[in-house]
């Protein structure tokens, strides 16, 4: 094989998946299936990164041998900055601290809400995100048609140091009055 064909084909991408410190085995579980780990690598990824938080459900790991995804996975780190900034696309929950981390990086992403969650200001969030086409917003059972879907392209850069709008955002879902 020639150079040129073996860096091609040693191109690493990453998926970093987070659920932060929430329990969200709905979401380890379905990036875990055979159909999501399908679409990643029909898209060109080749490394699945797992943060598991609290969740008791364990994922497979794999070497990533004979064309297969690459899977690995931790619970908690001090920091998911290096991971963050080591993905090509990060699949995360609705924690309003994981998707403006991901988003200054400017990193497509990808927001899996907790349906589990009561009372849910999280995927409002996330919604109004994807509206502006900053994000992608997804359900664990819709994930892999969302993969499926995407195009990376077409996302928006989030305007860094715009805090009147997220803000006026955080007052809405308040219940506060807009000015």
């Known amino acids: 094989m020639g150079d040129i064909e073996e860096s091609v084909k040693q191109e690493k991408k990453v998926v970093f998946v987070t659920v932060g410190t929430t329990l969200f085995d709905a979401l380890v579980r ?4 055979k159909e999501v780990k399908q679409e990643l690598l029909r898209n060109g990824y ?3 990164i797992i943060q598991m938080g609290r969740g008791s459900y364990t994922p497979a790991k794999s070497e990533g041998k004979d064309g297969s995804l690459a899977v690995d996975y931790f619970t908690f780190s001090p920091s998911i900055a290096d991971h963050l900034r080591s993905a090509s696309l990060v699949i995360s929950h609705a ?3 994981s998707i403006f981390e991901t988003l200054q990086l400017g990193k497509p992403l990808i927001v899996v809400v907790n349906e589990d969650l009561m009372d849910n200001h999280q995927s409002e969030l996330a919604e ?3 509206e502006r086409k900053h994000l992608y917003c997804a359900h664990p059972q819709t994930l892999h048609q969302t993969i499926s879907d995407m195009n990376i392209e077409s ?6 140091g715009d805090a009147a709008a ?7 879902f308040l219940g506060f009055p807009d000015d």
């Open 128 to 130: 109004e995100l994807a």
């Open 166 to 172: 997220v803000a006026k955002l955080i007052n809405r």
């Open 95 to 97: 924690g309003s601290g």
């Open 155 to 160: 996302l928006l850069p989030y305007p860094p």
């Open 30 to 33: 379905t990036v875990d299936t």
């Open 46 to 48: 080749t490394h699945l």
